[in-house]
């Protein structure tokens, strides 16, 4: 069992930048990829940003291309996702989610940001 706790979110203003961070307890060495996903009021639950464990590969969502970046730091069980040129519709809760070796994926409880125009 892995849990999973992010940090970071707030309220910024449109083109200002945020660092969400997600800490896996008690380690990574079960997940083969993380990554950060979002749901606004209304909408569904999207994909933002992929990284493998093993390889560090990352996938964007077209939305935050060029914006984003997703990053882990291994021996500190915590990924990070380093969030400029911010929108307003980039307002939404985001969550950190992992996938297991042996199947199954974790989420963390969540974390707000706010962009305002």
């Known amino acids: 069992q892995v849990q999973l706790v992010e940090s970071g979110g707030g309220s910024v203003q449109a083109g200002g930048s945020l660092r969400l961070a997600c800490l896996a307890f008690?380690?990574?060495?079960?997940?083969?990829?993380w990554g950060w996903f979002r749901q606004a009021p209304g909408k569904e639950r999207e994909e933002v940003a992929i990284?493998?464990?093993?390889?560090?590969?990352?996938s964007y969502a077209d939305s935050v291309k060029g914006r984003f970046t997703i990053s882990q730091d291994s021996p500190k069980n915590t990924l990070y996702l380093q969030m400029n040129s911010l929108k307003p519709e980039d307002t939404a809760l985001y969550y950190c989610?992992?996938?297991?070796?042996?199947?199954?994926?974790?989420w963390g409880q969540g974390t707000q940001v706010t962009v305002s125009s």
């Open positions: 989610a992992a996938d297991a070796n042996t199947g199954g994926r974790y």
């Open positions: 008690p380690y990574t060495r079960n997940l083969w990829r």
């Open positions: 990284i493998s464990t093993y390889s560090g590969s990352t």
